[in-house]
């Protein structure tokens, strides 16, 4: 039963060796690579909920840029319309304004023309009534005379007279 | 295949000296009979000299290559010496007042000549001194706690700086040291409680694998058979035993020596049972790992010793192609009770130390 019976000096060996392994292994190989697993896999994780988190962050920034897109387009189409509308109002204005004007100033030249008219056949008629009063002075006076006579003096007043 | 050759040849070799050597001292048998049994059990015990080759030179003479080991021996005070000293059993020493033999690798006090008394059932009767020696065991397990300690400090290095991709044997054996962890130690221990026990486990872990590996290699500096050793598995099952039982909780020991929810007489019953279950988990570890690692080591033994039992060249490829069979096996064996060992240690941990929610 040799083989089942233990040696105290192997015993003592064995158990020294073990002992002092765990020890060295525990200080120099498992605590700094079970720390730096355990940190690689913190950063692992930590860097996925970032990527995660950065994603998320542009798909929002995406939806607000649609956003944002939509309302200049939006708004701008309004400003488009608004300017047209102006354009157009402000265009009509302006011809109802000087049609306007237009009939105005068109208006004032007929009341002056006719005004100016009145009173050109108005000094006329003065005129007329003067030179009539004149030739039938004169007229007058040659009756007196000879009738031939008075004949040529009407013509040549009337002769005289300028209408203008 | 290369390694199988040599092991042959070496084994050969082997054989034939052990013979000789044994029918010299025995003296009971005058001819060349080959005992496979003697060698086997040679092989699988410990040595105080570490054999590398042995030969037979021109002259008839037999030479043995060993790499002498120190002997350190409690007995009326402290003897070291290098196990050359005994020249292989043949002389005996002297140190002080005090002679000794080696006998069967085993050191026992003698008088001037070397005289070994016999009792009735050939059993050695003289007195044996405290034996503290260096043995092929010792120093097989010293070669393997320098390549393990290279090994993990050498990847630890690798890992100071900021987190990387692993590279070389840090990525080999990396996946290994999260195995352990992960699917050994946090699989049965409540885990914010399991890393108090990871470097014990992991220890565990690598230091019987690579043992039981170089057990596996068939020539110096491997071929011992530290791990189906009862000396060493005894110490690894008594500090999982240790280590379980000092961190066990309230709870633990009350479900050993008092059962809750149980009737009374059934409680004194189970208290019992639970109580020798405490030392049986430990006795089974390791009786499991030394016959594991042994039977491995006496099979593929055998298989070589079939070509000399039967005196025959031609069984030779018969032996080589099982035993090459065998040493497949045994890779995985060596791996395969490595975790067994590690998974049971947790285990037993595990249960210590889990918090009963009721």
Same mark, same amino acid.
């Given at each position: 039963?040799?083989?089942?019976?233990?040696?105290?000096?192997?015993?003592?060996?064995?158990?020294?060796?073990?002992?002092?392994?765990?020890?060295?292994?525990?200080?120099?190989?498992?605590?700094?690579?079970?720390?730096?697993?355990?940190?690689?896999?913190?950063?692992?994780?930590?860097?996925?909920?970032?990527?995660?988190?950065?994603?998320?962050?542009?798909?929002?920034?995406?939806?607000?840029?649609?956003?944002?897109?939509?309302?200049?387009?939006?708004?701008?189409?309004?400003?488009?319309?608004?300017?047209?509308?102006?354009?157009?109002?402000?265009?009509?204005?302006?011809?109802?304004?000087?049609?306007?004007?237009?009939?105005?100033?068109?208006?004032?030249?007929?009341?002056?023309?006719?005004?100016?008219?009145?009173?050109?056949?108005?000094?006329?008629?003065?005129?007329?009534?003067?030179?009539?009063?004149?030739?039938?002075?004169?007229?007058?006076?040659?009756?007196?005379?000879?009738?031939?006579?008075?004949?040529?003096?009407?013509?040549?007043?009337?002769?005289?007279?300028?209408?203008? | 295949?290369?390694? !199988?050759?040599?092991?042959?040849?070496?084994?050969?070799?082997?054989?034939?000296?052990?013979?000789? %050597?044994?029918?010299?001292?025995?003296?009971?048998?005058?001819?060349?009979?080959? @005992?496979?049994?003697?060698?086997?059990?040679?092989?699988?015990?410990?040595?105080?000299?570490?054999?590398?080759?042995?030969? *037979?030179?021109?002259?008839?003479?037999?030479?043995?290559?060993?790499?002498?080991?120190?002997?350190?021996?409690?007995?009326?005070?402290?003897?070291?010496?290098?196990?050359?000293?005994?020249?292989?059993?043949?002389?005996?020493?002297?140190?002080?007042?005090?002679?000794?033999?080696?006998?069967?690798?085993?050191?026992?006090?003698?008088?001037?000549?070397? *005289?070994?008394?016999?009792?009735?059932?050939?059993?050695?009767?003289? @007195?044996?001194?405290?034996?503290?020696?260096?043995?092929?065991?010792?120093?097989?397990?010293?070669?393997? %706690?320098? !390549? !393990?300690?290279?090994?993990?400090?050498?990847?630890?290095?690798?890992?100071?700086?900021?987190?990387?991709?692993?590279?070389?044997?840090?990525?080999?054996?990396?996946?290994?040291?999260?195995?352990?962890?992960?699917?050994?130690?946090?699989?049965?221990?409540?885990?914010?409680?399991?890393?108090?026990?990871?470097?014990?486990?992991?220890?565990?872990?690598?230091?019987?694998?690579?043992?039981?590996?170089?057990?596996?290699?068939?020539?110096?500096?491997?071929?011992?058979?530290? *791990?189906?050793?009862?000396?060493?598995?005894?110490?690894?099952?008594?500090?999982?035993?240790?280590?379980?039982?000092?961190?066990?909780?309230?709870?633990?020991?009350?479900?050993?020596?008092?059962?809750?929810?149980?009737?009374?007489?059934?409680?004194?019953?189970?208290?019992?049972?639970?109580?020798?279950?405490?030392?049986?988990?430990?006795?089974?570890?390791? %009786?499991?790992?030394?016959?594991?690692?042994?039977?491995?080591? %006496?099979? /593929?033994?055998?298989?070589?010793?079939?070509?000399?039992?039967?005196?025959?060249?031609?069984?030779?490829?018969?032996?080589?192609?099982?035993?090459?069979?065998?040493?497949?096996?045994?890779?995985?064996?060596?791996?395969?009770?490595?975790? /067994?060992?590690?998974?049971?240690?947790?285990?037993?941990?595990?249960?210590?130390?889990?918090?009963?929610?009721?």
């Amino acid at each position: 039963m040799g083989l089942l019976t233990p040696d105290p000096g192997l015993v003592f060996w064995s158990a020294l060796t073990f002992g002092l392994l765990v020890f060295i292994l525990k200080r120099y190989a498992w605590k700094p690579i079970l720390h730096a697993v355990k940190s690689r896999e913190e950063t692992i994780e930590y860097a996925l909920a970032a990527a995660k988190k950065a994603k998320a962050e542009v798909e929002d920034l995406n939806a607000t840029k649609v956003q944002i897109m939509n309302d200049a387009k939006a708004e701008r189409d309004t400003l488009i319309k608004a300017a047209r509308e102006l354009k157009q109002s402000m265009l009509d204005d302006a011809k109802s304004k000087a049609q306007d004007e237009a009939d105005k100033i068109i208006a004032s030249a007929r009341v002056q023309i006719e005004r100016e008219k009145n009173e050109a056949i108005l000094q006329l008629k003065e005129k007329v009534a003067e030179f009539s009063v004149d030739i039938a002075g004169k007229l007058l006076e040659e009756e007196l005379e000879s009738t031939d006579k008075q004949k040529a003096i009407i013509d040549k007043y009337l002769q005289e007279v300028n209408f203008n | 295949m290369q390694h !199988i050759k040599l092991f042959f040849a070496l084994l050969a070799c082997w054989a034939i000296t052990q013979n000789s %050597i044994a029918a010299d001292k025995h003296g009971e048998s005058s001819d060349n009979e080959f @005992d496979p049994m003697e060698m086997i059990m040679h092989h699988i015990a410990d040595a105080h000299e570490w054999h590398v080759i042995s030969y *037979t030179s021109k002259s008839g003479e037999e030479k043995h290559i060993t790499l002498p080991l120190p002997i350190i021996l409690i007995d009326d005070g402290l003897h070291v010496f290098m196990s050359s000293a005994f020249h292989h059993g043949e002389k005996v020493v002297q140190k002080g007042d005090n002679y000794y033999k080696l006998y069967h690798e085993k050191i026992y006090k003698t008088d001037a000549l070397g *005289t070994i008394n016999y009792g009735p059932e050939h059993e050695v009767l003289n @007195d044996k001194p405290i034996d503290f020696s260096i043995t092929r065991n010792v120093a097989s397990m010293w070669l393997s %706690i320098i !390549i !393990i300690i290279w090994l993990f400090t050498a990847a630890a290095k690798r890992y100071k700086g900021a987190p990387a991709v692993p590279k070389g044997m840090q990525s080999f054996l990396e996946p290994l040291i999260l195995f352990v962890r992960d699917d050994i130690a946090y699989e049965q221990i409540d885990k914010h409680k399991a890393d108090k026990f990871v470097p014990f486990l992991l220890t565990l872990f690598f230091f019987i694998w690579i043992n039981n590996l170089i057990g596996l290699i068939p020539f110096f500096p491997g071929a011992s058979n530290l *791990t189906g050793n009862i000396s060493l598995t005894m110490v690894l099952a008594l500090i999982t035993f240790l280590v379980t039982n000092f961190s066990g909780t309230k709870s633990y020991w009350g479900h050993i020596f008092w059962m809750p929810g149980v009737p009374v007489p059934i409680r004194l019953l189970l208290s019992v049972i639970e109580f020798i279950g405490l030392f049986t988990k430990p006795f089974a570890l390791m %009786i499991r790992l030394l016959a594991n690692i042994t039977a491995g080591h %006496i099979i /593929i033994l055998s298989l070589f010793s079939l070509i000399f039992v039967m005196k025959s060249v031609a069984i030779a490829p018969v032996s080589i192609l099982m035993a090459l069979m065998m040493f497949m096996l045994e890779l995985l064996v060596a791996v395969l009770q490595a975790y /067994i060992f590690t998974l049971l240690s947790a285990l037993f941990i595990g249960m210590a130390v889990h918090d009963e929610e009721h």
